[in-house]
């Protein structure tokens, strides 16, 4: 039994759907907080059950049978309540007798204080639990960097303005990351492995020409001061960190192709 925590967020709901194209549903399970929303997956034949990352024995029970299990990272990022969260999902594994726990982990950077130390924390969690385990290091979601509205935004105004990085940026899209961990799930010796999944780099000029081109609109780059950066400001400290610079070639062996590249990434956010 494969049983997936997250399954209602971006990235658990397409490891579900493509669990469920590879093995009978029957053989799925997955952990909802609040059932109704797993609604889709319970009416296809795939065993739904409540699971609350702050309710231990919650896990414990829904978390029973599972050969493999995928531990999404909590979406919570308040200073101490990550923590506390992964700490009952890993105990309730050992209790539960889980095989193998593949955790949705990220780059690491222990080199800042910032909410990537919480992945290290409970990669080291994992390991003094003795779980059978692999780490799935995935790297930004290129979603969090290329949103949709800034994409609308630098079509209409022909200009995409955007700070300087300095290195390429090593993002992949949410289902490209989100189909290496089912890869890993119902594949074979990836047991106690540590993946570094990273896309090939891009830089915001070269999105800029990848913009115009698809759009048959000019779009020109301009740089934005890091002062003017505003809901991304925040992480351009770890973006210019070389590790974010860096690309890695475990997401292409994993998905058993290229990483999804910009071009046909923007396209499907660009109207018809
Ligand atoms: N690599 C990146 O760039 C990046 C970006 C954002 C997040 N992340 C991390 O990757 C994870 C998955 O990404 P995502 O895009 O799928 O996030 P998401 O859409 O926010 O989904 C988070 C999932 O975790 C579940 N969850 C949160 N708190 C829970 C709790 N207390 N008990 C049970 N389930 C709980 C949510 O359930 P509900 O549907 O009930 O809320 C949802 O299914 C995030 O949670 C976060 O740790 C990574």
């Known amino acids: 039994m494969i049983v997936v925590t997250g399954a209602t967020g971006r990235f658990g709901t397409v490891v579900v759907e493509d669990l469920i194209a590879r093995v009978p549903a029957g053989e799925v399970a997955v952990v909802a907080r609040d059932p109704e929303k797993a609604r889709r997956f319970a009416e296809r034949g795939v065993d739904v059950r409540r699971g609350d990352y702050d309710d231990r024995a919650s896990l414990e029970r829904a978390f029973a049978g ?45 080199d800042g204080a910032s909410f990537l130390a919480d992945h ?5 969690a994992i ?10 290091r995935n790297t930004f979601y290129t979603e969090e960097l290329v949103p949709a509205d800034l994409v609308a935004a630098a079509v209409k105004t022909g200009e995409l303005a955007a700070p300087a990085i300095g290195q390429p940026l090593v993002t992949a899209p949410i289902a490209d990351l989100a189909l290496a961990a089912s890869a890993v799930l119902t594949g074979a010796g990836h047991e106690n492995a540590v993946y570094e999944l990273r896309g090939p780099g891009w830089t915001y000029p070269e999105l800029a020409a990848v913009l115009s081109e698809a759009s048959g609109t000019p779009v020109s780059y301009r740089e ?11 992480i351009l400290p770890l973006l210019r960190l070389p590790q974010f610079g860096t690309p890695t070639p475990d997401l292409q062996r994993l998905l058993g192709r290229q990483v999804t590249p910009l071009e046909e990434f923007v396209r499907g956010l660009l109207p018809a």
């Open 224 to 234: 934005l001061a890091d002062d003017d950066a505003g809901g991304m400001a925040f």
């Open 127 to 136: 390991r003094d639990a003795g779980l059978t385990h692999t780490f799935l």
């Open 66 to 110: 599972a050969d493999r299990l995928l531990f999404v990272s909590a979406s919570d990022t308040t200073p101490g309540v990550r923590p506390r969260q992964h700490s009952a999902i890993v105990a309730a594994a050992a209790a539960a007798g889980v095989g193998h726990v593949v955790y949705t982990s990220a780059i690491t950077a222990e």
């Open 120 to 124: 290290t924390t409970t990669e080291r």
